[in-house]
């Protein structure tokens, strides 16, 4: 996932596209063994990555700000949050999910991490071309401070 995640970031212009492709296989590939609900969360993240990338490269100035993209991105990304707590079902943290116990310990603060995500992505509907920056900031911090605590390597 680590390698996947820097061919993401250096993947530039419409041709970059395709290895992205390529490394998102490759993600996906990692969990082959995954099933059922945990499938469909992964899933769900992959494509939160995906809705991300565009509008990450518009707000560090790769690609033309197009206010309609971040629209639709940022509203798909508003309603994957609003599902993540139900993908979360007790017990569900088999390899190979990266699921942390601490999640069922801890659901309200895991819910509440989903809501900031919704509440960002929401934010980030509105952004123009001078607040997307901030607003993208704001999102991506949503996602890691849910996954240092949250989501685990494991073997
Ligand atoms: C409320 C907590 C939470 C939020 C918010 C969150 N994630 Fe996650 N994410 C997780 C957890 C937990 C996992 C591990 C799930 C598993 O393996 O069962 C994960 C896994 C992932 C994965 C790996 C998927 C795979 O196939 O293994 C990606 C990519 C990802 N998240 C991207 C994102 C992005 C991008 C955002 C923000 C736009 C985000 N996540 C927001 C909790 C969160």
Redesign the pocket.
Same mark, same amino acid.
């Given at each position: 996932?680590k390698q996947g995640?820097v061919l993401l970031l250096a993947g530039a212009g419409v041709a970059g596209v395709f290895s992205l492709l390529v490394a998102l296989a490759g993600?996906?590939q $990692?969990?082959k063994g995954?099933q059922g609900v945990?499938k469909e969360? !992964? *899933?769900l !993240?992959?494509r #939160?990555?995906k809705?991300?990338r565009p509008i990450a490269r518009m707000a560090a100035g790769k690609r033309a700000f197009d206010a309609e993209t971040v629209r639709r991105n940022a509203q798909d +990304?508003m309603q994957? #949050?609003e599902r =993540? &707590?139900s993908l @979360?079902p007790p017990g /569900? +943290?088999k390899p &190979? /999910?990266?699921? #942390?116990a601490a =999640?069922w310990q801890q659901f309200d603060t @895991?819910?509440?991490? $989903?809501e900031?995500?919704r509440k #960002? /992505?929401q934010q980030l509907m509105q952004a123009k071309a001078q607040t997307l920056p901030a607003a993208v900031q704001k +999102?991506?911090q949503?996602? *890691? /401070?849910?996954?240092v605590?949250?989501?685990?390597e494991k073997e």
């Open positions: 996932m995640r993600g996906v $990692a969990h995954a945990v969360r !992964m *899933k !993240m992959m #939160a990555e809705r991300m +990304l994957y #949050a =993540i &707590p @979360f /569900s +943290l &190979p /999910s990266e699921a #942390a =999640i @895991f819910r509440q991490q $989903a900031n995500m #960002a /992505s +999102l991506q949503t996602c *890691k /401070s849910c996954h605590r949250y989501r685990v």
